[in-house]
C-alpha cells in the first residue's frame, strides 16, 4: 500500500466512526506521526493531502522541518521533552502536545520568539495511570492549568493522553472517557489529542479532536 492509499484508508475509518457514534467532534484533525520517517515520505504524505506532521524527537525533526520549510505544514511536537530542548521545540513546531510539567512550559513560553504567535499547548495527563507513562496525574492538573495560563507565549488549547496498548474497545473508551471528562471541566479547552492507528475509532467516539497516527499511514517504523 502507497502513502497516499494508506491516508485514504484513514480518512474512510474517521468517517465511519462520525457516522456511527454519536456526539463526536464536527472537525477532526489528522496528524501523521512521522518520526523515523525521511522528509521525502513526509512531502509524498503532503502531496496526497496530508499538512500536520507530528515528531518526537528534536534532533531528528529539526533537519525535516529545516528541509521541508517551502512547504506550508503544521508540525507538533509529541515525545516527552527535555529542559535543554525547549528552545528548539519552542522555535521550530506550531504545537506541544507532551507538556506535564511547569518547568518545561515556563521555559517554552521564554524561549518562543516575540515575533512568533503563541505556542499551541495540550497538556498530557497520564490516562492509563501507569508509573512509566509521561502525563500529569488528574488530580494535579487544575494546578498546573492555572498555572500555564498565565504564561504569554503559549496558548492552551486542550489535553493529551495515550491509552494502555489493549485490544478491548470498552476498555480504549473507559481510559479516553476519563480524559473528555477533564477536559469537560474548562470552557475555553477545545482540542482532545487521542487516539493512534489501533484505537483510533474508540478516540473519536469519546471526542477526540486530534488524531495522532503513524504506522497506518507510513507502515511499520523503521
Not at 45 to 64: C, D, L, M, N, R
Not at 96 to 104: D, F, M, Y
Not at 132 to 138: M, R, T
Amino acid at each position: 500500500m502507497t502513502i497516499a492509499e494508506n491516508l485514504a484508508i484513514i480518512q474512510q475509518r474517521i468517517k465511519q466512526a462520525q457516522q456511527q457514534y454519536p456526539n463526536t467532534a464536527t472537525k477532526i484533525q489528522l496528524i501523521a506521526v512521522s518520526k523515523t520517517r525521511s522528509a521525502n515520505d513526509i512531502e509524498t504524505a503532503y502531496q496526497a493531502g496530508q499538512t500536520h506532521f507530528a515528531e518526537s524527537y528534536v534532533q531528528e525533526a529539526i533537519p525535516k522541518i529545516q528541509t521541508l520549510a517551502h512547504l506550508p505544514l503544521t508540525w507538533h511536537f509529541i515525545g516527552p521533552i527535555q529542559s535543554n530542548k525547549t528552545q528548539a521545540i519552542a522555535q521550530y513546531f506550531n504545537w506541544v502536545h507532551s507538556v506535564a510539567r511547569l518547568k518545561i512550559a515556563r521555559r517554552l513560553s521564554q524561549q518562543r520568539l516575540a515575533k512568533q504567535t503563541p505556542l499551541n499547548i495540550c497538556i498530557q495527563v497520564n490516562i492509563s495511570q501507569e508509573a512509566q507513562k509521561s502525563g500529569i496525574f488528574p488530580q494535579d492538573l487544575p494546578q498546573l492549568v492555572k498555572r500555564i495560563q498565565t504564561l504569554p507565549q503559549l496558548k492552551l488549547q486542550g489535553l493529551m493522553g495515550i491509552a494502555s496498548p489493549c485490544n478491548e474497545f470498552s476498555q480504549q473508551q473507559q481510559q479516553f472517557h476519563q480524559l473528555n471528562q477533564l477536559q469537560q471541566q474548562y470552557d475555553f479547552m477545545n482540542e482532545l489529542s487521542m487516539g493512534m492507528s489501533n484505537d483510533l475509532e474508540a478516540a473519536i467516539s469519546k471526542g477526540a479532536t486530534l488524531l495522532r497516527i503513524g504506522s497506518a499511514i507510513f507502515g511499520k517504523r523503521q
